[in-house]
Every structure is written in C-alpha cells, then in structure tokens.
C-alpha cells in the first residue's frame, strides 16, 4: 500500500508538471468516456433500472393476452384480470393497472400528464413503503365516483408541495374533479415503465374518464397486468398453469377469445423487465442499444489509442529518466507499476469529465419532449449504477492505454541513454507500434463514419417520401376535453367555436379537426363488416381508421379521387358515411365501382355506411409501408372527446400557433394545451430512428475522425522531428521542398490506406446488421463508401502536409550539426 501510495504522489507530481499533456489527455479521455457513460446512462434507465424501492423484484412477472391479430403481447380485459387473479396456486398476488392523460391543477393552471390507474393490490404486491402518509389499498378501491384518492410521486410532493408533511391529505383537480392525496411514493419510484415518468397514481375504479361497462366488458382490453410468484413457484410452472386458463377462457368465452385465425388467444408470461419497453418493440429498442454501445465503445478504443501515441512519445522523452532508475537498481515490475498508476489516475481524470458530460446528456435527455400527441415525461438519471460504470470502464481504460507504453518505455536501451545518444527511427521503417496505433484508428473512424453516412443518406430518401399530404405550414394542438370534465355537448360546442375563430384569422387557410395525426405514432384500428366481400380463413377485417371533421382533405392537401369529402352536413341524425382510400377500394372491390358500397363499423348487426368518397392513398404509421386500406368517418357522426385541431397558414405558422394559443385561452382559461406544434415537426417521429441514428453517428464519427487525425498528426510530427538530420542531408544534396513533402504526405497516406483498407473492410461486414433500420438504402451503399473514403484520405494528407511543411524548413547546416 505504502508504495502505491508513493505512486500516486509521484504520478499526480510528475502530470502536474506537464499541464499540456495532462490537459489534452484527460479532454480526450473524457470525451470518450463520456460517451460510454451517456449512452449507458440511456441504456439503464430504459432497459436495465429495476423500479426503486420495489421487493424482489426477482419474483414480479408481466402477463399478457394475444390480440385478436396481432401477436402474443397484448393488453388485457379487467374480467381476464381478475381471473388470472384467482390463480392462487401460482402467484402470491396480481394487480392490473393502465395509463391515461390526466388534466391535473395543484392550484395553479392545470397541465396534461400521464395518470397510473392501479388495481387494489399494486402497491402491496410491490411491497413499497410510502415516503408520506400511505399507498392505495383495497379500502380505496370502490364503486366509481366514490371517495376519490390519490397518491403523488416523490418528485411531484417535492416540487409541488415542497415537500411538507401537510401536503398529505391536501386536495388536486384530476380532471376537474378533486383527489384527496393520501400519500406519497418511495424516492425514485416512477412505476414499472422504466424510462416513462410518472407523477401521479389512483385507483382504476375512480378513473374520470370510467364507462359503466369498462370493468366487466372482455372487449376493453387496456389493462396491464403484473404478477408476483408464489414461493418455490417457477416462472416455467405459472405459465403451464396460464396456458390451462387461456384454454378454459376459449372454452367459456368463445366469442372474446376467439383470434382471427379462430382458435383461442394465448397468456403469455414474461419477466417484470419486459414491462419497461413495450416487448413489440423490445427488439428494436435492444439492437439499437447495442449498437450504440458498440459505437460509444469504438470510441473510447479510438481515444484509447491517442494517449497511447501520447505515452509513447512521453516515453521517449524520459528514456533518460527511465534508464538511470533501471542501472540504480529499480526493477522493470516497479518502473512499470508506476507507469501504469500515472495511466489510471489520467483515466480516472477524465472519468470524472466524462461523468460530467454524461450528466449534461441526462439533462438534456429529461427535458427532450418526444413528437407524440399525448404527454411524456422521460426519466434518465446518473445512479450509482452509472458510476460504478464509469469507474469501471476509467480504471479498464488506464489500464489498456497504458500497459503498452508501460512495456515499452521500462526497456530503454541503457547503454545508449546514458551516454545521451539519440535513439532515431530508421528511415524508411515501417509500421512500429505507434504507426499500428494510427492504423487501427482511422479503420474504426471509417466504421462510424460509414455507419453515418448510410443513415444520413437513409434519412434523406425517407424525408423525401411523398406521404400523400402536404404538411407544410400546418399547425398542431391537441386537447383532452373529457379530462376536464366536458361532455358531448359541451365538447361539441368548444370545437365549434374553435374552428370558427382559427377560420377567422389572418393568414389561416383552413381548419379541422382529426383523432389521428398521420405519421405521428397515434393510430388504430377498427373491426368491420365490408358489404360483398367475404374473408377467406384467418383473414383479418379491422381496418385503420381515423375520424376528422369537415374540409379535413382539403386542409391536409389530400386529393379527393373519386365522389366527395366530408361536409358541415355530415351530421347526427343524416345518413351515416364513410370515406375511404384507394387502397382499400382496390383490396375490397377491385374493378368495381366503390361509391354507394357498404361499411359496417359497429359489428354484424351495424348499418352499413355508403362511401361517399375515395381519396388519395398515403402514409399512416410508417414511411416504408406498402398501401395500407384506410377509411375516414366524420366527426359529426363519431364523437370523440380527444381531437387534434389541424390549421393551415399561407405562410409562416408561428404567429398563427401564438394567436390559436390566445384564442383557446379565451374560451377557457384553465384548459391545457396538449403538445402544440406544427405538422412537419409531428410527423418527424416517422424518421426518428433514421435521424437518432444518423445524428449520434455523425457526431461520434466526427470526434473518432478528430482524434484519429490528432493521432496522425502527431505520428508524422514525432517522426519529422526524429529525421531531422536526414532532411537536412537531403536538402544538402539537392532535394526540393517538394521532394520532401512528397515523402512526408506519401508516408502518412500509407498509413491511412492501410487503415482505410482495414475499416473498408470490417464496414461492409458489420454495416449488414444495420439493414433493418436503414430506409431505401444498401447497406454496401457505395456512395456512403466512397464519399467517407474520399473524406478521410482528405483530412489525412492535410495531418501529414503540416509536418512535412516544417521539415522543409530544416536548414542542412543546422541538421548536419544536430548532435
């Protein structure tokens, strides 16, 4: 101990002493570090953090019912709930629970969030112990509209009731209706899905928005479920037992349980971690996040290198040093600990900038607000798990970036130091370690940068995608009416008066009304009953739809193909219709004439609706879908309380979007505003993937290429600076500047081909894991290939010109003295 002490003085001592060196290495390092610590931070709140505070979490399963169409990984109906409930045998206890957009006010003016609705056994199958007063239990979960509670999450008794004990048994406004807050949750519980924030808890039976029906109909199946194994039962033995229900379930209900394939639905069973991303898009969510890991981690291998180079060149100036330590009588074991100590406690400098920076990524993340059009509050922290991470990943690094030079330096050649000769590289030698140093890092470089290239490229063809509308200057807002205690007609009455005073502004277009924002994560589907056609087996008939008020087409650029758009007169009490794409047309009717068809959208016994209309085909849910059969009801006929109000502007639409603000301030002071925004704006989740892909990418590439050209350039200079003698000689002799620099440049674009050679080659090996994200682009895309390429041999030969400029300006007198 005592000696590592000692090298831990000297090394701090001898950096100390050395504050250029020190500097630059610990911003890189911590540039690399940071990285990994940023991304790791993203990845553990999303797919590793366990919900704080919860017991054994070891033991909590998540239990899904298959779709009707559309895989294993469904929601469940409240009667299914409670019968996986009384399965006794095999889970200690079960809790159902769901989320819904809440207008919450503490007091002040109300905002939208996210509401948990939990079933009586949540709490206590979590085994959570309250920060303040208590949890909901079976005593609060009664008839609906009974004694309302609720339960706030630490963070919100913090901010918004500073944290008093008094705030226990305070009153909120849940959608216009008071909540007695009853208690407060553990710190750091934010619910079970994962990176999703969550403020605020009550019982699913007092849910504002709760029909009469929802908690006995198996047709509402919005309801998560979780579960907690039994003692010495296995999750292997809960599922035979689920499957035998599932079974039971068909028999009882065959009709509810009945898939389109017509056998029964399935209950599947899985661990409580695949509740923190939803497990239809676990896959995604999980090769997205190795690949970032992979690349942060090509990174910091790429900074690794640098400081190496830096160690080495260090090195040479105390092999003097080194080689009077040695002939004294210090051991190659003992020169070499001390090296490596001087490497750690560099590394776990810029550990410390890196934790730093990946505490600005975590803030930066939290305050992200992702274009969806319900609110979402994201959850990323730096825990302890991200420091042990960091201190890990700094103590592995000085480590690895510091043996090599380590070795290399505790093996002078004594006789030669001592004397004080200068020990030169050969000219003409080739690939030593701090060249095979270069080498590795401009063949990683060229993976990111590649990797970038074909996601920009693939960001670009899916922005240029025609997606059937036009949503240029288009203003966005959403409102959840029902949430603040509206009915029909009131609701009806506000966006009556709301689309005629957006009508009445100056610069507006138009104005309407729709559920569904295309392209904007929000979207459904709807079973029917299409007049002559009759499904072959196992053949699905639900349909994405949307509801949209009158002049919707017309707003949205939509062209109307055939028979007419929705009118004012589309109303209760006239004839129910139906719009519909060509697509659907096409798939339903083919050759036929579709205007005046059927429709029924309420079961076997609905009317059906005549189509009055066919409109263009578009893009629905994704840029890379094939035409999808698509039909419009219109919001006359359909009630819906949560609409998006859609405005066109002739030019600019921010003053628009701050006079629509006014205007719905004025009808209703109190009433929040769900993500305001323009069109173009909304629809960018569609290429989220492609732009959170291509804009890390870039900027990992961009700092890989920056360090790796520091590198070169610091090879090149080293070892202009080692031939100084022989530039002069050559000078003497007649050779030209340019000859010189001929040499110099040739020599680091050696370097860089070879490196190039390398990363060509492992990029079009690796890119192919990436053809699932990509859009309309090869993985092998060979303008991606060439154009980084051509970018790095670039950026090389201007490292290697500056130093071959200073050998040129050797002069032969000097040089032919030099020592």
């Given at each position: ?23 630059i ?56 709930f ?6 006794r ?5 079960v ?18 969030l996210?509401?948990t ?21 079976p ?13 706030v ?25 008071e ?16 990176v ?15 029909d ?17 194994l ?43 971690s ?39 060149a ?12 040695l ?8 020169l ?21 920076a ?6 930066l ?10 609110p ?9 798990r991200v420091?042990w ?84 200057n ?10 603040q ?5 009131r ?30 994560g ?29 002049d919707?087409f017309?707003?949205m ?11 004012g ?53 994704s ?57 173009k ?8 993937p ?44 007649g ?24 990363g ?11 053809r699932?994200?990509?859009f ?11 154009a ?8 090389t ?23």
């Amino acid at each position: 101990m005592e000696s590592l002490l000692a090298d831990v003085r000297y090394a701090a001592r001898s950096l100390w002493k050395s504050p250029g060196f020190t500097a630059i290495a610990v911003l890189t390092l911590g540039l690399g570090i940071g990285a990994n610590s940023a991304i790791f931070t993203l990845v553990d709140a999303v797919l590793l953090r366990r919900p704080a505070g919860v017991v054994e979490p070891n033991r909590l399963v998540s239990i899904y019912t298959s779709d009707f169409s559309s895989g294993d990984f469904g929601t469940s109906s409240y009667p299914d709930f409670e019968a996986i409930r009384a399965e006794r045998q095999v889970f200690a206890s079960v809790a159902a629970y769901s989320f819904q957009p809440v207008s919450l006010s503490t007091g002040e003016q109300a905002e939208m969030l996210n509401a948990t609705l939990v079933s009586a056994e949540y709490f206590s199958l979590l085994g959570l112990v309250p920060g303040a007063g208590r949890l909901i239990g079976p005593d609060d979960v009664t008839a609906p509209g009974t004694s309302p509670v609720a339960v706030v999450s630490h963070g919100m008794w913090r901010t918004r009731f500073g944290g008093e004990p008094g705030a226990v048994g305070r009153t909120v406004r849940v959608n216009g209706r008071e909540f007695t807050v009853i208690g407060v949750t553990p710190p750091g519980f934010r619910g079970l899905q994962g990176v999703l924030e969550n403020e605020l808890w009550i019982p699913i039976t007092m849910d504002p928005a709760l029909d009469a029906d929802d908690l006995t109909s198996m047709g509402n199946r919005s309801f998560l479920v979780v579960g907690r194994l039994a003692d010495g039962v296995t999750a292997e033995q809960a599922q035979a037992r689920l499957t035998a229900l599932a079974r039971s379930r068909f028999e009882q209900f065959p009709d509810w349980w009945r898939t389109v394939r017509g056998d029964g639905r399935k209950l599947t069973l899985r661990p409580e971690s695949y509740a923190r991303v939803p497990p239809q898009g676990r896959a995604v969510v999980v090769t997205m996040s190795a690949m970032l890991m992979i690349v942060v981690g090509l990174v910091l291998l790429i900074a690794c290198a640098n400081i190496a180079n830096l160690l080495l060149a260090r090195a040479t100036g105390r092999a003097r040093e080194i080689a009077v330590r040695l002939s004294l009588g210090a051991t190659r074991r003992r020169l070499v600990q001390q090296l490596l100590t001087e490497s750690v406690l560099i590394a776990l400098l810029g550990g410390v900038a890196g934790l730093a920076a990946a505490g600005w990524v975590a803030d930066l993340i939290v305050r992200l607000r992702p274009p969806v059009s319900f609110p979402v509050r994201l959850a990323v922290e730096t825990d302890a798990r991200v420091l042990w991470f960091t201190l890990g990943v700094s103590l592995l690094t000085g480590i690895v970036f510091g043996l090599l030079p380590a070795l290399r330096a505790s093996r002078p050649q004594l006789v030669a130091e001592l004397k004080g000769d200068v020990v030169r590289r050969r000219a003409g030698s080739r690939y030593g370690l701090r060249d095979l140093l270069v080498v590795g890092q401009l063949a990683v470089s060229l993976v990111l940068l590649v990797g970038a290239a074909l996601f920009l490229r693939s960001l670009g063809r899916a922005q240029a995608v025609d997606p059937g509308f036009d949503a240029e200057n288009v203003v966005l807002m959403s409102f959840a009416l029902e949430a603040q205690g509206y009915n029909q007609a009131r609701t009806r009455a506000f966006y009556d008066q709301l689309l005629e005073r957006a009508r009445a502004l100056p610069g507006v277009e138009g104005a309407t009304l729709a559920t569904s924002v295309p392209l904007g994560g929000s979207y459904g589907r709807r079973g029917t009953r299409i007049e002559g056609y009759t499904p072959g087996p196992g053949e699905s008939t639900e349909i994405n739809w949307n509801v949209v008020g009158a002049d919707y087409f017309r707003v949205m650029r939509v062209p109307v193909m055939r028979g007419r758009a929705f009118t004012g007169l589309d109303r209760d009490g006239a004839p129910l219709v139906v719009v519909i794409n060509e697509a659907f047309a096409r798939r339903y009717w083919p050759g036929e004439d579709p205007i005046g068809k059927g429709i029924s959208v309420t079961g076997a016994e609905g009317p059906f609706r005549p189509v009055v209309g066919v409109v263009a085909d578009g893009k629905y849910r994704s840029l890379a879908e094939d035409p999808l059969p698509y039909m419009y009801l219109p919001f006359g006929q359909q009630y819906r309380a949560w609409m998006t109000l859609h405005v066109r502007s002739a030019g600019d639409p921010g003053p628009v979007l701050a006079r629509l603000r006014q205007e719905v301030q004025s009808l209703d002071p109190n009433l929040p505003i769900v993500n305001p925004t323009t069109l173009k704006e909304q629809i960018g989740i569609a290429v989220l993937p492609q732009r959170l892909a291509a804009t890390l990418l870039s900027a990992f590439g961009v700092l890989a290429v920056l360090l790796a050209v520091i590198g070169l350039y610091g090879v090149m200079a080293y070892a202009v600076s080692q031939r100084t003698r022989e530039f002069g000689i050559r000078t003497a002799l007649g050779a030209t500047w340019r000859d010189v620099v001929r040499q110099v440049v040739g020599e680091g674009l050696l370097l860089a081909g070879t490196g190039l050679v390398i990363g060509l080659a492992v990029a079009a090996a690796v890119t192919r894991f990436a053809r699932a994200f990509l859009f309309d682009v090869s993985p092998l895309d060979p303008v991606a290939f060439g154009a980084v390429t051509l970018l790095l041999l670039g950026v090389t030969a201007v490292a290697s010109y500056v130093p071959a400029r200073r050998a040129t300006r050797v002069d032969p007198m000097v040089a032919l003295r030099y020592e």
